[in-house]
Structures are given as C-alpha cells and as structure tokens.
C-alpha cells in the first residue's frame, strides 16, 4: 500500500474511534497541521489531531484515549510501526515493529482550560497556529470562536521560560528512557522538539511590527526559508544548525538509525533552546 493511502487509512480509524467513544463529550475535533490540507510527508509521516473537551477532561477521557491508542496500533501493527506522542510531554514507545513509521499526536485540552489560559492553547503563538491550520471533524468550530491578539515583546518575555521548558525538560530526560536499539525514537523525539523551538526562535527574533503582521505564520507554510531567517537573524553558525535539522527530517528514513546523528540532533535542540532564551531576554 502507497504511504499516502496507508496514511489516510490510519487516520480514518483514529477519527472513527474517537467519533464512536467521545462525541458525546466533545465540543471540537479537529485534525490540524499539513496533513489536514492533503500534504504528507513520505520521510516521517504524522497526523496531528485536536481533541476539545467540553467544560473539564475527566479520567475517563484519558482512559479511553488510551485504550483507542492501543487498538489502532494493534490494528496496524503488521504494516507499521505508530508513534503515539502526546508532544510534548511524552512520547510512547511503539509495541510494535515495521520499518515504516507513522507519529500520531492527539493533542488534548478542554474548554475549561482554554478559558483559563486566557483563551489561548498552551501560547498565542500554537494556537494561531491551529487556528491558520485545521479542519473540523466533529462538534462546533471552537477555534473560530478563539480571538488572539498580537504576540508582543512582552509576550515572549513572559512566556520563554514557561514555553522553552515545555520542550526541553521532557528531552533532556529522553537518553533514559530508550535503548541502544531504538535509535530512531530518540532521533524523532529530538527532530520534534527542534522543530517547535525553531518555531518559538522565529517570534524571538521578529520586530514588533513583523509580529503585528504575523509573519511567523509564512513560516509555518514555507519550512525551506527557516534557516535562512536564522542565518540572517542569528548568524551563520545557528544557520547551520537549523538547516541540520531540517536536511535530518528530509532524510529520516536513511538517518533513523544513525546514533550519531541521534545525538548531534538531541544536542541541537537543547542547544537551540539556550540561543532562543538569550535572543528573547537581549530585547
């Protein structure tokens, strides 16, 4: 089966189990990124799916998301491996193993905590994000309800350490969960976490009117001019570092299993997450 239609057919399966279990307790169900506009990566394929609950989650929620988690990996277990990663706060290790690998990230919140945040997901910044990028499934468009204001300098302040730390403490502690064998998780959960304080480096180093405009979110869109910008904004040796990760998810499958570039790219995202705190605080 071509990696598009088996790509598809996964995550028709999730969408219908959640569909059957939750929808009840659903406001919104979303599936978001590129994948929700046909685009699909042949070299680290992953389906990004929005889960809002309405009012608070409850155990049970969590309960059943496991449980589905679990049937859909053993419903494709003899043609691929599925990454169940709740990014950034935990990463499942795979029960089973094929040499193509499909990442699912069911993101989870609820309307009670969206209004405690302040009517944002996690920042300004993800959810502009998943508001630009996302097709409803299920339940009313809650994200359309959702007004963000601009990011500011102040903004960025306030949230780097909270922002920063969401994804690197996680990692630091990843070389202790996985084995000489399972190279290629390692990689992916450092390419991941990368890529989101790449992201987070882009506002960094913007001007108060670039962040007016939201021109971060052109970013999102065009990947290839990331490390161009960073070339430009913090100089050729960070350049080169961000091009590394990029050049790393094109070429994941011939890498995945390299310890060496497991390594150098875990190294770069921690790395990253240092630059990107200084260039927030310089301001």
Not at 177 to 203: C, D, F, M, P, R
Not at 252 to 267: D, P, T
Request: net charge positive; aromatic share 12%; glycine share 4%.
């Amino acid at each position: 089966m071509e990696t598009k239609n088996l790509v598809s057919n996964i995550a028709a399966s999730f969408e219908k189990k959640i569909k059957s279990r939750l929808s009840s307790r659903l406001k919104s169900f979303y599936i978001v990124g590129s994948f929700a506009f046909g685009k699909i990566s042949k070299q680290r394929p992953d389906i990004n799916f929005l889960l809002i609950f309405d009012g608070f989650t409850s155990p049970n929620d969590y309960l059943t998301i496991g449980e589905i988690c679990k049937e859909l990996e053993s419903e494709f277990a003899k043609i691929a491996t599925l990454k169940i990663e709740f990014r950034p706060f935990r990463y499942i290790k795979p029960r089973y193993s094929n040499d193509f690998e499909v990442s699912i990230n069911p993101i989870i919140i609820s309307t009670g905590e969206i209004q405690a945040m302040g009517g944002v997901i996690f920042n300004k910044w993800f959810t502009q994000g998943l508001i630009s990028y996302n097709k409803l499934l299920l339940g009313d468009d809650f994200l359309k309800s959702l007004k963000v204001e601009n990011i500011t300098r102040k903004d960025l302040i306030k949230g780097a350490m909270f922002d920063l730390v969401f994804f690197s403490i996680p990692l630091s502690r990843a070389p202790a969960q996985y084995n000489k064998k399972e190279t290629n998780l390692l990689l992916n959960e450092s390419l991941v976490n990368a890529k989101n304080i790449a992201y987070l480096g882009i506002e960094a180093a913007m001007t108060d009117e670039e962040l007016k405009n939201k021109e971060y979110l052109s970013y999102i869109k065009n990947k290839e001019s990331i490390a161009s910008f960073y070339e430009k904004r913090y100089g050729e040796d960070v350049g080169k570092m961000v091009r590394k990760i990029f050049q790393v998810r094109s070429e994941y499958q011939s890498l995945k299993n390299n310890s060496k570039v497991a390594r150098e790219m875990f190294s770069i995202a921690l790395e990253l997450a240092n630059v990107v705190r200084e260039k927030i605080f310089s301001h």
